[in-house]
């Protein structure tokens, strides 16, 4: 399996994590996170502990201190993710799992970037990063204690510097910025520290409004969209219409309006159930899309058993061999329910808009199909809908 295939696999279901928030996979997400960056300081004061010129810049008590308490994180975590993939098929975690999770991971970090020098260093961006993380993955009440936590233990840091009892930056011998350029540890530690957690930020934030993106789209679908056949919904297709007869006003090109209506529908509920009922529809639905237009034509369900398509470019001719299509696929179905077969038929009414009337032609199109019906349905009934100035005239002459 290539690299890109595992990504396009991996991508929904890490938005689907994302937006289900269970708890046991999203402890294991934010451990297998947290993880690589809580090991990048360890390995980066490993190194300053075993090199004697990068271990000047440290306070060797204090960076042993820090050591001790990032591997007790890290064992932690390791435990919460071997807990957490034992179980991952399942909803079955402890209620206080999520807040060991992130508790100790943002404190933490919040604890390292005091060490460090709040303002100096980019430890900061390492905070924000797992806080945005455990944001994203847990409900607010979660990260609640971590973040009072870290609040206090940052506003009584900023005290006791500025009352002169701890000096600031506790765990450094010196000063990361003194005014010249950095040393040559700094400048190693602050690149490296800085680009892995920007990188990790980034990604954070480009896959979370890629995720919040492609979910404001699928909702925009359901507005749009039927749910039962998958067509336009009336909503859709009365947008579509209005556009198109603006289209057709400008320039006087033909289209036309199908509207179709399954015969006898609702004793077919009453005999064969509503079930059976859904899947004509489905079927019809399916019909549709495959006689049209992709991105040209727009088939929809507008209600009940009533289907309509807008065919814009379309003469009454062309509209009339398209219902032929829809009408013999619609007759050549049958369909199976409790081992019985059974099938159906529909009648059309088609009209070909006037004048960009595009109202005055859903309603010529829907006489239409009342007439199919009423001359024995299973047939078509097509017409050129009347402009609306000779539908004044006409009711102006009954009038007299």
């Known amino acids: ?84 993939w034992g179980r991952r098929k399942t909803d079955a975690a402890c209620t206080w799992l999520p807040m060991l999770t992130v508790t100790p991971t943002v404190v933490v970090l919040i604890a390292l970037a005091i060490a460090y020098g709040l303002k100096d260093t980019p430890v900061s961006v390492s905070v924000l990063t797992a806080i945005l993380l455990a944001r994203a993955l847990f409900d ?39 005014g010249d350029g950095l ?23 480009f896959f979370l409004f890629n995720t919040l993106g492609e979910r404001r789209r699928e909702l925009e679908n359901l507005v749009r969209t039927d749910m039962l ?27 036309c309006l199908v509207m179709c209506d399954v015969d006898h529908f609702k004793k077919i509920n009453d005999t064969w159930g509503h079930p059976a009922g859904d899947a004509v529809l489905v079927e019809l639905g399916r019909i549709l899309k495959n006689t049209t237009r992709e991105q040209i034509d727009t088939a929809a369900r507008i209600g009940g058993e009533e289907f309509a398509v807008l065919l814009p470019e379309t003469g009454l001719a062309q509209a009339e061999r398209v219902a032929q299509l829809m009408s013999s696929g619609v007759r050549s179905q049958i369909f199976v329910y409790d081992g019985k077969q059974f099938s159906v038929t529909q009648s059309v009414g088609i009209a070909q808009a006037c004048d960009g009337d595009g109202d005055g032609a859903m309603r010529v199109a829907d006489d239409n ?30 009038l007299k």
């Open 229 to 255: 056949t998958g067509l336009a919904n009336r909503r859709s297709f009365m947008t579509q219409l209005e556009i198109e007869s603006h289209r057709h006003a400008r320039s006087k090109r033909p289209f």
């Open 140 to 178: 607010f009440k979660t990260l609640k204690p971590s973040l009072i936590i870290g609040a206090g233990m940052v506003l009584v840091n900023e005290a006791l510097v500025a009352q002169g009892l701890v000096p600031y930056a506790p765990l450094l011998s010196g000063p990361v910025f003194t």
């Open 1 to 84: 399996m290539t690299r890109a295939r595992r990504w396009r696999e991996l991508k929904p279901w890490l938005a689907e994590q994302l937006l289900a928030r269970r708890p046991v996979i999203s402890c294991l997400l934010f451990s297998a996170a947290a993880i690589p960056m809580l090991l990048l300081f360890t390995g980066l004061h490993t190194f300053a502990q075993v090199h004697p010129q990068a271990r000047a810049f440290y306070h060797p008590s204090a960076l042993m201190a820090v050591q001790v308490l990032l591997v007790l994180v890290i064992a932690g975590l390791a435990g919460v993710s071997l807990h957490c």
């Open 369 to 398: 199909l009342y007439i199919a019906k009423r001359q024995g349905r299973d047939r078509i009934v097509a017409s050129v809908a009347t402009s609306a100035v000779a539908q004044d005239a006409k009711v102006a002459c009954a």
């Open 183 to 205: 040393a040559w540890w700094w400048q190693i530690w602050c690149r490296v520290v800085l680009n892995f957690s920007l990188l990790l930020f980034s990604g954070m934030v």
